[in-house]
């Protein structure tokens, strides 16, 4: 360009969308799903020499589906499949970032016929997409073809990061945009359920909430900082976590006495581990007593972090209060069976340790609620509890929806405070 030279004007074909318009199969495209469906092995997706090498046999395959059905040169073929060409995407610049909302909410990419492509979600929004200006989908979500089928992009904001979630889920149910993964995800067991009063006493990893009467510790940030903690409770008190009954008062007493080691008591964990290694040095089992000191030490060094569930019946709809914004604002959240039913902000001058102004927030809520959409959405709003843990007020709530008028719900929970 600076010799004053003309540019390139080698031909393109956009493989993906002669793939997709040739082939039948409808799953997130990408080049090994494509290299699958025609009886290729793609060994190393990600690896550059890899990558052009299955592109080359892609290709290859699909020009002879293409003249099997009569076309001649791939172009033509892709030309008349086509058709006239699509307009030029919109343009995805500075400028237009600029009017991109800062705050949480849900982005949807839409196609040049306005079908949605792609839904995602951010909890700054403008941070969020303001990283494709530089990069494309793909690099970034793996999302190969995205960028030549994008026209556009649409925001919505929402209020809070746990709104946008449900609404991105909700989002992808009614479109079912073909570059967002379609199955079901494994749900992370991220919740204890201590079930004393079972028919076999136990304490387990779970991935879901009930109101069966069983007591639920979490949600934790992550799967393996539950399995931590559950193994440690499993180490002091191994009936706890049995699978089937050997005695009953024995297994009950133990699931009781791991989730108050769970809850954050570690006295009597500790008192039983200190009689034991004394009975231990007593006995000359030396290297017995050194494995319950080194148990004590690791007792010691549990940190035990707030549960946001314990306490709260989950039969029964509670609060979730998140910590004030920079306006001072605070967004709360009516939470009932491990769904979002409706949301609310409250000025920063309103005391959730009044009664009566509590009163007015939940019955005001209550009018905006709306049944749960899908059971997928307890599975997000359990997530959310665990990636806010401590950062929440729990509100409990009085035990019937139906509070007559003026009735006072139940005092609140301090941020972080736990209810046995």
């Known amino acids: 360009s600076r010799a004053g030279k003309p540019g390139l004007a080698n031909r393109q074909v956009e493989l993906d969308m002669l793939a997709r318009l040739l082939l039948t199969e409808r799953r997130k495209p990408s080049l090994v799903a494509v290299a699958e469906q025609l009886g290729l092995n793609h060994p190393r997706p990600g690896y550059p020499p890899a990558d052009a090498e299955a592109i080359a046999r892609v290709t290859l395959a699909l020009v002879r589906i293409a003249r099997q059905r009569g076309g001649g040169e791939l172009l033509d073929v892709q030309r008349a499949l086509l058709g006239v060409p699509a307009p030029p995407p919109e343009p995805l610049d500075h400028r237009w970032l600029a009017g991109v909302p800062g705050g949480p909410g849900v982005y949807l990419v839409r196609g040049h016929d306005g079908a949605v492509l792609y839904v995602g979600k951010g909890i700054d929004l403008r941070r969020r997409l303001a990283a494709y200006l530089g990069r494309s989908f793909a690099l970034h979500r793996r999302l190969e073809g995205l960028s030549a089928r994008a026209a556009r992009v649409e925001t919505i904001p929402t209020d809070s990061d746990l709104e946008a979630r449900v609404l991105e889920a909700r989002l992808i149910r009614r479109h079912r945009p073909p570059f967002n993964v379609q ?171 009044s009664p009566t102004a509590l009163a007015r927030i939940v019955d005001e809520l209550r009018r905006e609620s709306r049944p749960p959409d899908h059971e997928e959405d307890a599975h997000i709003v359990t997530q959310w509890l665990g990636d806010a843990g401590s950062r929440l007020a729990i509100v409990r709530l009085s035990p019937s929806s139906a509070r007559a008028p003026g009735q006072p719900p139940s005092p609140p929970l301090e941020p972080g405070q736990l209810s046995r």
Not at 194 to 220: I, T
Not at 241 to 246: A, D, F, G, P, Q
Not at 302 to 330: H, Y
């Open 183 to 353: 199955r079901r995800q494994r749900q992370r067991r991220t919740i204890i359920r201590a079930a004393a009063n079972d028919p076999v006493p136990r304490a387990q990893l779970v991935a879901d909430v009930a109101a069966d009467g069983a007591l639920y510790l979490g949600p934790f940030r992550s799967e393996r900082a539950a399995r931590a903690s559950l193994a440690l409770a499993k180490t002091v008190y191994p009936p706890a976590c049995m699978r089937r009954l050997v005695d009953l008062q024995t297994q009950r007493e133990a699931v009781q006495a791991a989730v108050r080691l769970l809850s954050g008591n570690r006295a009597d964990a500790l008192d039983l581990l200190q009689q034991q290694m004394r009975t231990e040095s007593g006995a000359g089992d030396r290297a017995a007593a050194e494995r319950t000191r080194a148990l004590i030490r690791r007792v010691l060094d549990f940190v035990c972090s707030p549960s946001p569930l314990l306490g709260i019946s989950l039969s029964e709809p509670f609060l979730a209060v998140e910590p004030p914004d920079q306006g001072g604002r605070r967004r709360a959240h009516l939470l009932g069976h491990g769904h979002l039913l409706a949301s609310t902000s409250l000025a920063p001058d309103i005391p959730l340790s």
